[in-house]
């Protein structure tokens, strides 16, 4: 906050350049990046430019790929103020700046509550045991000789948008909504692993558990865990990233990202769930009662527009133009979203382009901007007819202090020069 | 040798490698291990590998959590959630502390110490005297004071997920007037790299 404004990075940094070259251009028309109305001939098209004359890096120069250096703003950010220190705390998926529904490995957010453990896939053991009929132990190589899947689904920190149950605060859908992330995983049905270890009758839950300094410990009930429950190795085709629990890690589509144990060593087999910390203390949901929910397993219907949004603001003149964003939901896939550019008061149903069953879906709302200020929103509806409600309510159901599991519709205020701002509208 | 799985894929886990790993309990006293601790041994261990975060009474330094007090407080506008005020099982207390505490030192308590700590935790929220002492026998019969303060998840029947929502959706003049905005996340400025901030300063 107090910070000066050149330490600030180089997005505002840019931006600020970008407005102070449009505010001078006559009747504040933002025309600037566009060519139509060039008057005269363009350099960059008349003169020969430096990559179109000399020769560029050869094969050998990148065995490892890395973004374009014009890309370079376009990193996970963090919130130093939300936790007490970096090891257990959270980033932010630069969702603003993306598009598709497949988030690069190296921008997925990450949430830790013990740092990132290093471990050599060598030294790695996964044991089941509890009330199974052969308590097992295996290695790497074990698990990648079971029958494996892949798929594409959204994890969504519980937490994401908890920031904003008391109103606005953060401004840029990153900080707002960027606790999420798609990837394609490769990976186990959990089953094959208890199958081969022989369920009891009588056990009910599956405690999984991670093997770094958090040690992360969550219940989950075994109907989930012989449905769709995913033990990954790869994402988006390569190993794990460490920070998302490399090398194996716990997929439990639709549900709190908490879940997802990282780095996972242990499933215990019982009759009962063990309320663990992080489903007592943490992943219950305050009511306004004094009453808290716990359990609350499944990531509800969700949606945002990602662009035009307050890190992404609108750079150009009145004119046809594209409003983006993802949709989600635990309960499955996504029927249809909805967007309004005035608040809420009138909706069209947005295209919706690529999207799977508890992963998130693209939508885009092609319109022409008359250059009048504009109150944007999504509004997403799931398979089983949820509807995504407004944050007030929410509020109304549940007060302000559930922190988890808000996913009330947002609003972006796109000013007539294009300036975006988190607000909340009447 | 081999699992004797369908598969036989892995090999049987053996007595020790599983009681290295499953220190885990349950609100049922499950997992427990024997031993005991006094709050009088708890606080001399918690002085010396607790405080420096969470303060010397459970308050806090910064902003590492609060583990006594704020009882009373669930429904006020900033509610203290604390293990006397929230946390619905000991066991829990137990559990945590020993598998993950202390932040950076994880599982260097041994089965007393931690019993200890966690009588130290219950005098520090006035929930037992000074001169209490817990171990394996009295662990089950104490009940945190939230104990009944949880209900399952019952976010379906809550207006927006009901059958009839989407039947209900407006799509064209859902609303009177023109949207007015009743909230700035700018006037907060607590964004980091925060995009708007040159109009402010």
Redesign the interface.
Known sequence: ?VES?KA??R??NA??QF?KAGLTAAGGTLAVASGVKAAQPDPKITEIQDWNRYLGDGVDASPYGSPSQFEADIVR?????L???A??SVNFTPLYALDGTITPSGLCFERH??GVAVINPADHRL????LVD?????TMD??K??PRENRVYFLECAANSGMEWR??????CQ?THGMIHNVEYTGIPLR?IL????VKADAKWL?A?GAD???M?RSIPIEKVMDDCLIAFKMNGEALRPEQGYPVRLVVPGWEGNMWIKWL??L?L?D?P????EE??KY?D?L???????????M?VKSVVTNPS??A?LTHSKGRTVATGLAWSGHGRIAKV?VSI??????SEARLEGGTSKGVYRFYHDFDWDGAEL?LQSRA?DEA?????TKD?LRA?RG??SIY?NNGIQ?W?VRQDG?T?????? | PPSGGPMNIGRPALEDEIAAWDIDVRPDGKGLPEGSGTVAEGEGIYDERCASCHGAFGEGEGRWPVLAGGQGTLTDERPEKTIGSYWPYLSTVYDYVHRAMPFGDARSLTDDETYAVTAYLLYLNDLVKDDFELNSKNFSGIDLPNHDGFKPDDRQSEPQNAENAQAELCMKDCKEGPAEITMRARVLDVTPDNADSDEQD
């Open positions: 906050m404004a600030r990075g997005i505002p931006r600020r407005l950010r963090n919130v130093p103020w936790t007490a220190d090891t257990s509550h013990g044991m089941i045991h509890g052969r308590p097992l132990v295996f074990d698990l000789r079971f109103g606005a605060q953060l401004n840029g900080f094959f199958e081969e270890a022989g405690l558990e300094a958090a040690a410990t060593r242990r215990e019982g009962k063990w309320a663990q910390r007592t203390s219950t305050l306004a009662n004094g009453v808290a929910r716990r359990h609350t397993w499944v509800d307050p890190q603001p909805d005035d608040g809420g008061r009138n909706w109150f509806i007819g949820n509807v995504q409600p309510q159901e302000e202090n599991h609003t205020h300036v701002e988190n607000v909340e509208v009447s």
